[in-house]
């Protein structure tokens, strides 16, 4: 998908893509850690590294093989405010109101 949106960006003549990725073991870590989320406890999963200078988390650290550059943490990139009744299945295959 990484090299899709890539290859689309680049026939379309746009240097770049940027786009927010949220880390896949957050959770975990805040477990581990017997911790409330904050944004301090995000920036520093966010920060952590393996041995080999790759992201902690394993979601990052494969958008990081496929070439991206992680800038910063985004604290609001996935947040609600509240919740949206849409009615009816939702426009995907195999999806269905619970």
């Known amino acids: 998908m990484l090299h899709a949106a890539k290859d689309?960006?680049?026939r379309?003549?746009?240097?770049y893509v940027m786009a927010?990725?949220?880390?896949?073991?957050y959770g975990d870590f805040k477990m581990e850690r017997r911790a409330a989320h904050s944004e301090a406890l995000f920036r520093e999963y966010y920060a952590?590294?393996?041995a080999e200078?790759?992201?902690?988390d394993p979601w990052l650290r494969n958008v990081v093989r496929q070439g991206a550059t992680l800038v910063k943490p985004e604290m609001r990139s996935v947040s609600f405010t509240?919740?949206?009744d849409i009615g009816g299945d939702l426009p995907?295959?195999?999806?269905s109101r619970p």
């Not at 927010?20 to 073991?25: E, N, T, Y």
């Open 92 to 95: 995907y295959i195999g999806c």
């Open 12 to 15: 379309l003549g746009y240097p």
């Open 53 to 56: 200078g790759l992201p902690l």
């Open 82 to 84: 509240r919740s949206i």
């Open 48 to 50: 952590a590294q393996t």
């Open 8 to 10: 689309s960006a680049r």
């Open 20 to 25: 927010p990725f949220r880390p896949s073991h």
